[in-house]
């Protein structure tokens, strides 16, 4: 695979087979950590059945965390790659791009805060197979964070998702998951709609494909967080356009329309008892709040069926063209010492070209 700095990703070497396993993980303001994530996972993978990479991005970093991630590239060889996106975009366009680049035929996505335990990557990749998944999905049973304002607001954020979408898992929120690399790579990831990759991957896949394995969890001992409780009306609004995308994505004017509708009708029995108050009853109408509110009514039902469909439809054909994606990035060099194409790292931990 050659990348290219325009962002173009080429997956003619995809290793479409379980032999072939790429770790992917983001980092944002990480430099106290990438060393040690590295290094965990060169220690966990050290003697797997099963050739790997390990795919570092950084998600436009202002601290020195590209430096880290390379000079670990340089040190260890080619099958650690870094993937450097050109401003921070986020952590979902950063998964996305580590997706994209990735060459495994199963992907492994997991934080660079040492939170995730690499250890895990291994159980993970055989309980992948052994139960013929699409994808599973990390549960930090014994989540080490703090309750008020992480572990509560996501227990709840995890029962509503789970009873919005019907897909029955205990954490949408780690990160740390497995996935077929072909049934991932036809998921479009923007926004910050990573924490529901089940929902989409269901769009995909039959739910039965979906799984979760308890894992382990780790306070963060280095850096700080990036999230708080600013996310929490975020993943309202995302969960409202992923429930459309299920339930309406090849009927959308259903949606839109059945609230239009019923806005209008409201709107339009309004208009209907205004007119024989006017001509019937012979009564003034003009100085009368509900001839706004209906006004208003119908108006807003003529956006509800025409601008919200264009709109949603319009930026969800954006994303999915060839192309288009939330992100720029390169894979950039490490002076000829590294080859962009990258490879695989043997049993032993060895690096092996493609």
């Given at each position: 695979m050659q990348a290219q700095n325009s962002g173009d990703v080429a997956l003619d070497n995809t290793r479409e087979d379980d032999h072939y396993v790429s770790v992917v993980v983001p980092l944002y303001n990480e430099e106290e950590n990438v060393a040690t994530v590295v290094a965990q996972v060169c220690d966990a993978l050290s003697e797997v059945n099963f050739h790997w990479e390990l795919i570092l991005v950084n998600d436009g970093s202002s601290d020195a965390t590209l430096t880290c991630a390379l000079d670990e590239a340089e040190r260890l060889g080619s099958h650690i790659r870094v993937i450097a996106l050109q401003r921070n975009f986020g952590q979902t366009a950063a998964m996305q791009a580590g997706i994209e680049y990735a060459r495994g035929g199963i992907i492994i996505t997991m934080d660079g805060d040492l939170q995730n335990d690499p250890a895990d990557i291994p159980?993970?990749?055989?309980?992948?197979?052994?139960?013929?998944?699409?994808?599973?999905?990390?549960?930090?049973?014994?989540?080490?964070?703090?309750?008020?304002?992480?572990?509560?607001?996501?227990?709840?954020?995890?029962?509503?998702?789970?009873?919005?979408?019907?897909?029955?898992?205990?954490?949408?929120?780690?990160?740390?998951?497995?996935?077929?690399g072909p049934v991932?790579?036809?998921?479009?990831?923007?926004?910050?709609?990573?924490?529901?990759?089940?929902?989409?991957?269901?769009?995909?896949?039959?739910?039965?494909?979906?799984?979760?394995?308890?894992?382990?969890h780790?306070?963060?001992?280095?850096?700080?967080?990036?999230?708080?409780?600013?996310?929490?009306?975020?993943?309202?609004?995302?969960?409202?356009?992923?429930?459309?995308?299920?339930?309406?994505?090849?009927?959308?004017?259903?949606f839109f329309g059945a609230i239009g509708l019923t806005l209008g009708g409201i709107g339009g029995v309004m208009m209907g008892w205004l007119a024989i108050a006017k001509f019937v009853m012979g009564q003034d109408i003009g100085d009368r709040p509900m001839l706004m509110v209906a006004i208003l009514l119908l108006l807003a039902s003529v956006q509800l069926v025409t601008t919200g469909v264009v709109a949603e439809m319009l930026s969800r054909i954006y994303f999915t063209m060839p192309g288009n994606?939330?992100?720029?990035?390169?894979?950039?060099?490490?002076?000829?010492?590294?080859?962009?194409?990258g490879g695989w790292a043997s049993a032993k931990g060895q690096s092996l070209k493609s």
């Open positions: 159980r993970m990749v055989d309980e992948l197979i052994r139960r013929d998944l699409d994808l599973l999905v990390g549960w930090r049973q014994q989540r080490q964070d703090n309750t008020l304002m992480r572990k509560l607001p996501s227990k709840i954020a995890n029962r509503l998702i789970a009873g919005v979408t019907g897909v029955r898992l205990h954490d949408y929120g780690c990160s740390l998951k497995a996935y077929r991932i790579r036809q998921v479009k990831l923007f926004g910050e709609m990573h924490r529901f990759i089940p929902a989409w991957v269901a769009c995909q896949v039959p739910r039965q494909r979906i799984g979760e394995m308890i894992v382990n780790h306070a963060r001992s280095a850096g700080r967080s990036k999230y708080g409780i600013s996310r929490v009306y975020r993943v309202l609004l995302d969960l409202l356009s992923v429930t459309f995308f299920m339930r309406f994505r090849a009927r959308p004017g259903h994606r939330s992100y720029a990035a390169g894979e950039p060099s490490l002076h000829g010492k590294v080859s962009l194409d």
